[in-house]
């Protein structure tokens, strides 16, 4: 199969024109993230010098990667589901674009905000903690392989959680039931963070690099999958 | 495992645009068209008539490779119609459905790079121009599509149709809700494609839209009812006729008209107006003038009867309803 690079980037430039004028998108991207800064900082402020060896020990940071898990499905929700809705999928059905075009298309112009709004939210509590907490705190906090596990698995995770909200948009009737489904579909994705952020299972190289596996292959079956379940038929008269 | 494609045979000009046998579609126990068979040239403009449900917009996406038929085969721009043809086909049509369908937060431009993308258009810019101009929405490309009228959202529609410079071009009421003079527009527009050899099939409410711009239009009702030039079904059905209109009605009009050649038969319709069946509207009205003269019958009109696609339209809708309460 042939995929053509100019159909692709004809429906990410559009979808990403289309959300800087959306508003429920930008909020739905917006919203989430700053409930996920506001919160550790208000912790991180509450700490005085005298924990910081006990934070040392703690991957508080990768608390932050449930911002990339479940923030993208949000907009991703909206994919497929809100084009229909318009009315505007139809025509672009009638194109030689092929669904796996029109799909990655789609995801990754929802990547692409969803992973700038993460590392920009990371960036910005990293900065709050470094000029503001407690002497001591952020030299505790800051730690390279937390910094570096952002780094990888902020696009990784972020790649499934869309993938499972274009899922649920080509399945669904209408757009909030999309995103609320998509919503709680994505939470096992920060499951696993969350269980290294509160120490329930080591953050271990090892758990990390087989994590990242396991994203790396989800991602791409993501596609595989979602592909498959675009029946353009049933989106089109909402039969069969 | 995924079927590949068969090679695709460069398309005779001389071939049907469109070929359709048999062809049906169903929706689990209800029909939505069956049986329909037609064949549209190349450079036709084919009208597609039939009431709301009828299977119009169902064939239209059929033969858009956007719904798979249930039996039956069809070319679409002398491709097969399989599920591995799908994408060829669209390359070589374009369909502008019912609604706009136009992203409305993005400019009328922006709307059409999107397209010309999904086409890949040569030169994009350039095709971009020319399909504004033939709308004639050149100063309006900047708008966002959302604060246009509905009639400017059909012409961008239009014009996003024609992006791709397609071969099959398929309107499903392209005037609908637009204004006489916007209406008017797109049949010139139309007028326009079909002098440039675009073939396009045209559905339609509008039955003096179809019979203006239709070389041949076809009825369809679930089934297909009728087919052909709007002149030649209106002359199937109704055959040809005069009316007559007298200032006195005719003291026995038997013995005026019955004998005159070419008159088949004839029939009062009101006082002084008489309404006959002719097999030859040239060779009857002069013998009947001079018959009429002769009665010293005082003339006031003597004209042809012109039935209307309308009267076609609903006459066999109505033998429809009467045969077929659905």
Redesign the interface.
């Given at each position: 199969?042939n995929l053509?690079a100019?159909?692709i980037?004809?429906?990410f430039?559009?979808e990403l024109?289309?959300y800087r004028?959306?508003v429920p998108v930008i909020v739905s991207m917006a919203y989430l993230p700053l409930i996920f800064l506001i919160q550790p900082i208000v912790v991180i402020f509450k700490v005085d010098s005298s924990t910081a060896q006990i934070i040392s020990h703690a991957p508080v940071l990768l608390y932050m990667l449930a911002i990339p898990a479940l923030t993208p499905a949000m907009v991703a929700a909206y994919a497929v589901i809100g084009e229909r809705q318009?009315?505007?999928?139809?025509?672009?059905?009638?194109?030689?674009?092929?669904r796996e075009e029109l799909l990655l298309g789609k995801a990754m112009a929802a990547l692409v905000p969803s992973v700038a709004v993460s590392y920009t939210v990371f960036a910005v509590f990293v900065l709050v903690v470094d000029i503001f907490a407690a002497h001591g705190i952020a030299a505790a906090l800051i730690q390279g392989p937390q910094l570096l596990a952002q780094l990888v698995f902020t696009p990784l995770l972020a790649a499934a959680s869309i993938w499972i909200g274009i899922a649920i948009s080509t399945r669904s009737n209408d757009v909030r039931s999309a995103q609320a489904f998509s919503l709680l579909a994505t939470i096992p994705l920060a499951v696993p963070t969350a269980l290294m952020a509160f120490k329930v299972i080591p953050a271990t190289l090892g758990i990390a690099l087989g994590f990242a596996a396991v994203l790396v292959l989800a991602d791409g079956l993501g596609w595989r999958f979602v592909s498959a379940m675009f029946d353009?038929?049933r989106l089109?008269?909402g039969?069969? | 495992m995924?079927t590949q494609p068969q090679p695709v045979p460069p398309h005779n000009t001389t071939s049907p645009a469109l070929s359709v046998e048999r062809l049906s579609k169903r929706?689990?126990d209800r029909i939505a068209f069956d049986d329909v068979s037609f064949e549209v040239g190349p450079g036709e403009v084919f009208g597609f008539l039939g009431p709301n449900g009828a299977g119009k917009t169902?064939t239209v996406?059929t033969l858009?490779t956007?719904?798979?038929p249930t039996s039956g085969l069809a070319t679409v721009a002398g491709i097969p119609l399989t599920p591995e043809n799908g994408?060829?086909i669209?390359?070589r049509?374009?369909?502008m459905?019912e609604?706009?369908?136009?992203?409305?937060?993005?400019s009328v431009k922006?709307n059409l790079?999107?397209?010309?993308?999904?086409?890949?258009t040569p030169k994009p810019n350039d095709r971009i121009r020319a399909a504004l101009q033939a709308v004639n929405l050149v100063d309006r490309a900047s708008d966002i599509c959302g604060s246009l009228s509905k009639g400017l959202r059909q012409r961008v529609?239009l014009a996003?149709a024609l992006l791709?410079d397609p071969e099959v071009l398929f309107l499903d009421e392209p005037t609908a809700g637009l204004d006489p003079a916007a209406a008017h527009e797109v049949h010139d527009l139309i007028d326009t494609l079909r002098r440039g050899g675009v073939t396009i099939f045209l559905t339609t409410h509008r039955l003096e839209e179809a019979e203006r711009l239709c070389d041949r239009v076809a009825i369809l009702n679930t089934t297909l009812r009728t087919i052909g030039p709007p002149k030649e079904l209106r002359d199937r059905l109704f055959g040809k006729a005069l009316v007559i209109r007298t200032v006195q009605p005719l003291t026995d009009p038997g013995d005026v008209l019955v004998g005159v050649p070419a008159v088949e038969s004839w029939r009062q319709d009101e006082d002084g107006t008489y309404i006959l069946v002719v097999s030859d509207v040239a060779a009857a009205a002069p013998a009947i003038t001079r018959a009429l003269v002769a009665a010293g019958a005082d003339v006031l009109s003597i004209s042809e009867s012109r039935h209307s696609l309308e009267d076609v339209y609903l006459k066999l809708i109505d033998q429809d309803g009467e045969t077929d309460p659905k």
């Open positions: 199969m053509s100019r159909r980037r004809g429906i430039r559009k024109r289309d004028r959306n318009q009315g505007t999928l139809e025509p672009v059905l009638t194109t030689p674009i092929r353009r038929e089109i008269t039969t069969r | 995924q929706f689990g169902t996406r858009g956007l719904i798979a994408l060829e669209r390359r049509i374009a369909i459905p609604s706009p369908g136009l992203y409305l937060r993005l922006e790079e999107c397209f010309a993308d999904l086409y890949e529609a996003r791709s």
